[in-house]
């Protein structure tokens, strides 16, 4: 995978869902798996979070976990709350559904932290406007196939972007 040039500065990322245990792992995980692939580790910091504290300190899914191992993807890390203060440490808050990212607008403590917020989606070339990674947890094995192929296409544009516009703000 070819991606144009680096970014000159560490560009830092967070993944936003409901819980942290599905979808913002996994689109860290296929996140971390497209940047070490492309040798830029030392350009981007990558984390995940929860808008809700229902899962706190557990580990990914584990049907996440084995969806993402079966393409070579490792998720790692414990789900957290994403917090005010993380607007301060985070470039770009990506959420994977339009009811986080409106929790996290709200939550923005000012307008530049509010334009930081964008729809995973929103970098995935065919996808609609406004689409949502759907959330896999009461369904079948399916449905994190679908969410590991949607994060994949959506990060690998979104480091199409941020490699080719510097850090995208």
Excluded: W
Excluded at 91 to 115: G, I, Q, T, W
Excluded at 123 to 137: H, I, K, Q, S, T
């Amino acid at each position: 995978m070819g991606y144009p040039r680096r970014p000159v500065a560490t560009t830092r990322v967070c993944f936003v869902c409901l819980g942290n245990i599905c979808r913002s792992p996994t689109a860290e995980g296929v996140f971390r798996h497209l940047v070490a692939e492309g040798r830029h580790h030392d350009a981007f910091e990558i984390d995940s979070a929860g808008t809700a504290a229902y899962h706190e300190g557990e580990p990914p899914d584990r049907r996440s976990t084995t969806t993402a191992q079966l393409r070579g993807v490792e998720l790692t890390g414990r789900a957290r709350q994403f917090r005010p203060e993380d607007f301060e440490r985070f470039d770009h808050v990506l959420a994977m559904d339009r009811s986080n990212r409106d929790a996290l607008r709200r939550m923005a403590p000012s307008d530049a932290a509010r334009a930081k917020v964008r729809l995973l989606r929103d970098f995935e070339p065919d996808a609609p406007d406004d689409a949502e990674v759907p959330d896999p947890y009461y369904g079948g094995a399916d449905g994190f196939d679908r969410v590991l192929d949607i994060c994949m296409a959506s990060c690998e544009g979104l480091l199409a972007h941020l490699l080719r516009d510097g850090d995208g703000r």
